[in-house]
């Protein structure tokens, strides 16, 4: 197992659900912790918790991942003792919108790919030169079930999800001669602020995603990064799927109440 100890962790997206778990799950193993979200305030929020749980340092700023200038700014002007990222986790972002693709609102659409797709790009861009000029470090992308089996009426959030487990591959492969790692986590359903945000705030349409089957938490997701990241150097994990036990795959459930599907 490699400790993470002393190792800086940069998570987006961590002020939520399984950014803000897998910031805890680091900063429980001592990891120095580069947070980043477009709320500086949810993130401050987390500031004693994480500082209690063990993390040696802790370094936020505010960033939208969608603006290509904003990170590149972001990532060159930190503080030189952060610059040298040993764990990326491109975990911002988000769905929007649960409709027919051709009645859905365009706009969800751009969010979805600018976020999922060309956010997780643009990090990636910044950090993982560093990586490979050092010969060293993990990138963790936030897939999803979603790129495994498209479902109705979410086809631009699979098709997003797709996208990243392409990236995923395409990295690793660009990366080989480096010591340097790609792993792509896909969860199923994990009860976050997800499906809020999903549906537009409307936080009864969220809750019936997870009635009556028992959703994965975000320290699942946590967990299984922490896994990745702490295999021996010479192991790179390609992509682990992850499901509560009541999911068969991105559309298949039991739920206690007899429905066999989302
Ligand atoms: P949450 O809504 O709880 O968290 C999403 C996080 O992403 C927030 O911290 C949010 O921060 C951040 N974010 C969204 N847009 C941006 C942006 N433009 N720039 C920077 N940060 C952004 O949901 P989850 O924790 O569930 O989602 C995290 C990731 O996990 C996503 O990539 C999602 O697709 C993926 N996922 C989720 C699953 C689930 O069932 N919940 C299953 C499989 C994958 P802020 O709003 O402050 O910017
Ligand atoms: C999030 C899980 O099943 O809502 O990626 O697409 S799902």
Known sequence: MQPVR?????????SSGIGAATALTFAQQGARLLLCARRLEKLEALRDELTTAGAEAIH??????RDRTSVNDAIAS????WKA?????????LARGMEKLYENDPNDWDEMIDTNVKGLLYVTKAIVPGMVARNSGHVVNMGSTAS???????????ASKAAEKVISEGLKIDLLGTAVRVTSIDPGMVETDFSKVRFHG??????KVYQNITPLTGEDIADAILWAVTRPAHV???SMVLTTIHQGNAYYLHRTNGNATR
């Open 236 to 238: 790179n994990i390609h």
């Open 85 to 93: 990222v040993d764990v990326l986790v491109n975990n911002a972002g």
């Open 60 to 65: 936020f700023f505010q960033l939208d991942v």
């Open 202 to 207: 409307d936080e009864e349409a969220a809750a």
């Open 78 to 81: 930190l503080p030189e003792e």
């Open 6 to 14: 002393g190792k800086i962790v940069f998570i987006t997206g961590a």
């Open 148 to 158: 495994y089996n498209t479902y109705a009426n979410g086809g631009v959030y699979c």
